[in-house]
């Protein structure tokens, strides 16, 4: 199968931010959100954002925040994409775009084939993320290690789409088999505690990606 690319969100150290990066992975995705477990502040963000820069591709996440702190979020982490993780609008997805001149990554939660479809909706959207829909009161919108069912994205097309939602070493190939995902986005998947992300289970996400995605690979 083509390479897949491979998104570690929630990185907040130095050590891990080198684990994605020395393992393989495409993207590193920050998390600009107080009540998430794996927030950085601003001063952590310019700091890990130097260590990243030119290495791997930089993801700002943030969850319906204003243009304020988008500004702040931009000017310390010079981000390559925006990704908006709340109920963002197609609209404010656009706005953003414009305002800041960056690619959008657009999550959308997903328990039934109805949230599959509302992607047709952000059309604005460079990359279009599936995960799973938190519970009702769940208090926040992903990163909760909770899978869906993936029978849902099977006729995924004519998006750039990436699926998010429990993956671990473990599952990636039956989760690949099941979408056919041209990307992946691990965050609980590869940390020993929550919030705490674990170099070895880093490793282990992206050494079983790149073996699927092998030219020899069987999925």
Not at 188 to 196: D, H, P
Request: glycine share 10%.
């Amino acid at each position: 199968m083509p390479r897949v690319i491979v998104k570690i969100c929630g990185l907040s150290t130095a050590p891990t931010l080198e684990a994605a990066i020395g393992a393989g992975a495409d993207m590193a995705g920050f998390v600009f959100h107080e009540k998430s477990p794996r927030h950085i502040d601003l001063d952590a963000a310019r700091s890990l954002g130097a260590l990243a820069s030119g290495r791997i591709k930089k993801v700002a996440l943030t969850v319906d925040a204003d243009d304020d702190a988008l500004d702040a979020v931009v000017e310390a982490l010079s981000p390559d994409y925006l990704q908006l993780h709340g109920s963002e609008s197609p609209a404010r997805v656009e706005a953003v775009k414009a305002r800041f001149g960056l690619p959008a990554i657009k999550a959308i939660g997903v328990a039934t084939e109805n949230d599959v479809r509302k992607a047709k909706e952000f059309a604005a959207a460079d990359i279009v993320l599936f995960d799973a829909k938190p519970a009702p009161g769940a208090g926040l919108p992903g990163g909760a290690g909770v899978v869906f069912d993936w029978r849902l994205l099977r006729n995924i097309s004519a998006i750039s789409w990436m699926l998010s939602g429990g993956l671990s070493a473990e599952n990636l190939a039956e989760a690949l088999k099941a979408t056919g995902a041209p990307g992946v986005d691990v965050s609980s998947g590869v940390e020993s505690a929550r919030g705490i992300k674990d170099i070895s289970r880093i490793n282990a996400f992206v050494g079983a990606a790149r073996a699927l995605s092998s030219p020899t690979a069987k999925v």
